[in-house]
């Protein structure tokens, strides 16, 4: 059950546009359309942002959006703003015993 | 209003053992999925284990596999983790998670507020 494979960090200026990217294999990202992304700020739960590789929950701003190529999920932020600083985890439903894995994390920084 | 309350977390030795608990409120708990994920102290997040509306299907990480249980009393709205043996690599916030709707798979949507758990003598 290996973690999804995201960058440890990436980050941008305020306007600017940042994508973060999740690796998986034919058994979690490119098997399913089940991709979900989480933002998460110190100290806090973890917030859905993205669910099933591209669609928004209610009242998560259009800046954030997904998508999907073969193994390889892909968030992006557009627009950056000062409070998009946070961690971002991807995550997957897998074949494997937990029927769930996430990535190790993305910090982002906005500069 | 959607709440999981998570209680049960604190100090336990190595090879000891925890019950926690989650108290789920304003929805109707027997419709959901539910999960619990765990993070260990400047770490990323980790599935834990998940449980089906009815119970009839469970998964876990192997890391956890034979050590921990996780169950759900829909007549009490109440998910559990019973963690057995405990080792020093279980020390982690654990969060308990319900989908965002009712089939597995569609992001966990609404997320408590943690409970700490700490494995150390």
């Known amino acids: 059950q290996s973690a999804l494979t995201q960058p440890a960090s990436v980050s941008g200026s305020p306007g600017q546009s940042i994508t973060i990217s999740c690796t998986g294999t034919s058994s979690d990202v490119g098997g399913y359309n089940y991709v979900s992304w989480y933002q998460q700020h110190p100290g806090k739960a973890p917030k859905l942002m993205i669910y099933?590789?591209?669609n928004r929950p209610s009242g998560v701003p259009d800046r954030f959006s997904g998508s999907k190529s073969g193994n390889t999920a892909s968030l992006t932020i557009s627009g950056l703003q000062a409070e998009d600083e946070a961690d971002y985890y991807c995550s997957s439903y897998t074949s494997s015993s937990t029927r769930g894995v996430f990535g190790g994390g993305t910090k982002l920084t906005v500069l | 209003e959607v709440q999981l309350v998570e209680s049960g977390g604190g100090l336990v030795q190595p090879g000891g053992s925890l019950r926690l608990s989650c108290a789920a409120s304003g929805f109707t708990f027997s419709s959901y999925w539910m999960s619990w994920v765990r993070q260990a102290p400047g770490k990323g997040l980790e599935w834990v284990a998940n449980i089906k509306q009815d119970g009839s299907e469970k998964y876990y990480v192997d890391s956890v596999k034979g050590r921990f249980t996780i169950s759900r009393d829909n007549a009490k709205n109440s998910l559990y983790l019973q963690m057995n043996s405990l080792r020093a690599e279980d020390t982690a916030v654990y969060y308990c998670?319900?989908?965002?709707?009712?089939?597995?798979?569609?992001?966990?949507?609404?997320w408590g507020q943690g409970t700490l758990v700490t494995v150390s003598s």
């Open positions: 099933e590789v591209s």
């Open positions: 998670a319900r989908g965002r709707t009712y089939y597995y798979g569609s992001g966990l949507g609404y």
